[in-house]
């Protein structure tokens, strides 16, 4: 069975600078190399999805200027429903500089332009397309308001929801209680929530989100009100972090489409992002299936 993901979400021109170390306050340092290319929490999970296999379409905006070209571009090389890509004429498409150390760790600044201006409406415009999904996922570099409408409007129709709090934010209780996964790494879940136990279920409420809380190297860790547990990842050789996360979150939303329990999702999720960080760049770097599926059947 083919899956079938609604990504309503951002794009980003990335920015990416690589250097040996990342620069303090008031330093300046050398790169190494500087590259552009696709990027954006939201385009990145649409990508890494396509390549996984599943049919995707993605609801979002970005300008009339060239890196609004190179959206369309890259959506539709991956096979990817653009019907409900606005072009704004107002705003300028999403920019993300990016530094990337040489131990593969990075620092991201997002100038979300365009990203900010999609709207309930756009999202209404989706619906029946959304409705038709088996997962819909969203991120947090779009209007948080819009966020919750994609979720409410998934609600509506039974659609699984995941809620990727990413970049780092407080959300009301009234949006999280319309994901069915959440899935913070460790920074987000201490922003979302002030006390983090070290039992995770006591942050589960009854009829709540599933959590799937990426840790990095050590792969995830996932809580129900009732039960948790550990998901250990594939040792990679890291070259680039960035895009780790929406790695993740693609596998996880495939997985979960096509019928999979949860700590087999994890592990395919986890899998998916272990490829993900063994290349340069984010959307470039989203791994084919047979990859995934080579490197969960060696380890
Ligand atoms: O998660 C990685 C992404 O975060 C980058 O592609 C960048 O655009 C920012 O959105």
Redesign the pocket.
Known sequence: MTARIVVVG?F?M?LTTYMERLPRPGETVHGRKFVTGP???GS?QAVAAARLGATVTFVGRVGTDSFGDTAIQTWQSEGINTAYVVRDPENATGV?P?WVDDEGENS?V?ALGANLALSKGDVEAAREEIAQADVLIVQL?IDLDTVAHALLVAKDHDVTTILNP?PAAHLPESTLALADFLTPNETELQTLYDDVPDDLRQLVQAGGPTLVMTAGSRGAVWATESDSGEVPTYKVDVVDT??A??AFNAGLAVALAEGKPLAEAIAFANATAAMCVTRPG?APSMPQRREVEALMQQT
């Open positions: 951002s980003n990335d990027g954006g929490k990145n993300a990016i991201i997002v570099e990413a960035t895009g996360g929406d984010t």
